[in-house]
């Protein structure tokens, strides 16, 4: 077996080739991951995103283009409130950190923002992985602009950009998650607070890897501080969001993601998902990794409206929901369904069966009952 480092290079020069001649690698973000984490049974998504392919523009290119992304409105709007919430060297920012997550601490002033900048992804993790052990080191309160973290994503590293993470002076470490949606009374939209949660657990579950390396080890807090729009104002305002459950989840569905190279070691020779190849060969070339489409797919991965036609275009029951799949047992199809329902097909012991079997009947003596009431 080919050592360690070259089994790396030789999976790098694999997934460029996936990805197409001259196509840049796509960052994965900790939007992405959480979503691939929610999803961790679909290969396709797992190879698209370890290759690094514009999903986005694939889908476009596969004729079914994706309804996703933030309004250019939305970015400015949110790059100007970050901006905000960062100024005067993060003043602001430190000042709810110690407010709401670490009252205990002298106040933060003169907090050290030390320079994050390096070339390429490796080298700003590298030089964020330093800041951090120096800042930890030197016990004061410290911000991280736009720190790089790694993450072990299936076999092949992810790097990762939280908005901030913030040092405290006891030496333990807080994700900073900043959002344009709006905080009203204290409180915001739960269903958004909740994407921010799973987003901010991928980048703590980044930084614990980086805080295990260091002697001793850091703490990485399990609250994360959410920063939002004060009411209808652009002032920021913030609550403490515990992500325990969310890491927790995140890590467990991250390991369960089938690692990248099996997948690309399993596709077929010159397959590739460059966006300029003949619609029907990419096609192909989706279609030879398979996918486990659920409607969830539809506000979590580009490729949603493809993959939903083609499993509707093969019957399958995934197209109907998770719950109903996992119902269904064995019958994959919708034409197997029917074939057990109707007694055609279908072991009558397997529970699945008798239920559908016992529906057919319940369908078939109400459609009776109505049809004689008719008649009389
Ligand atoms: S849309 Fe397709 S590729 Fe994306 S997660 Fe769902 S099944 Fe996988």
């Known amino acids: 077996m080919p050592p360690p480092r070259t089994r790396g290079t030789a999976l790098r020069q694999r997934l460029a080739e996936l990805r197409g001649p001259d196509v840049p690698a796509k960052a994965l973000d900790a939007r992405a991951l959480a979503a691939l984490a929610a999803n961790p049974g679909c290969r396709r998504r797992a190879i698209l995103d370890g290759a690094g392919v514009n999903k986005a523009s694939l889908a476009s290119a596969l004729g079914s283009p994706s309804a996703f992304g933030q309004s250019q409105f939305a970015l400015t709007r949110g790059n100007a409130f970050e901006k905000r919430v960062k100024a005067d060297g993060g003043a602001e920012l430190l000042r709810l950190v110690h407010e709401k997550l670490d009252r205990g601490a002298e106040p933060p002033s003169d907090a050290q923002v030390p320079e994050l900048t390096a070339i390429g992804p490796e080298g700003r993790t590298a030089r964020t992985a330093l800041a951090l052990r120096e800042a930890t080191a030197a016990g004061a309160w410290t911000l991280l602009d736009h720190p790089m973290l790694s993450l072990d994503v299936a076999g092949s590293p992810a790097f990762l950009e939280p908005d901030a993470v913030v040092v405290h002076p006891d030496g333990s470490w807080t994700v900073v998650e900043i959002k344009s949606f709006p905080m009203l009374d204290g409180s915001a ?142 019958l994959t199809t919708v034409d197997d369904v029917l074939a057990a329902a109707h007694g055609q097909a279908g072991d009558p012991e397997d529970p699945a069966v008798a239920a559908l079997r016992r529906a057919a009947a319940l369908r078939a003596e109400v459609l009776r009952a109505e049809q004689g009431a008719a008649c009389r």
Not at 243 to 267: E, H, M, N, P, S
Not at 289 to 305: D, G, I, K, M
């Open 189 to 330: 939209d739960p269903a958004k607070v909740g994407a921010a949660a799973r987003q901010a657990a991928v980048y703590v579950l980044a930084l614990e890897g980086v805080a295990a390396h260091l002697i001793p080890p850091s703490r990485v807090r399990h609250h994360v501080l959410l920063v939002c729009p004060k009411d209808f104002s652009n002032l920021p305002t913030a609550s403490a969001v515990d992500v325990r459950k969310q890491r927790a989840v995140t890590a467990r569905q991250l390991a369960r993601l089938t690692r990248v190279q099996d997948i690309a070691d399993g596709l077929p020779e010159g397959t590739c998902f460059s966006p300029d190849l003949p619609a029907d060969e990419l096609t192909a070339a989706v279609e030879s990794v398979p996918a486990t489409y659920a409607p969830e797919c539809l506000s979590a991965c580009e490729l949603a409206f493809h993959c939903r036609d083609r499993s509707r275009t093969e019957g399958a029951v995934t197209s109907l929901g998770r719950s109903v799949r996992a119902e269904l047992g064995g």
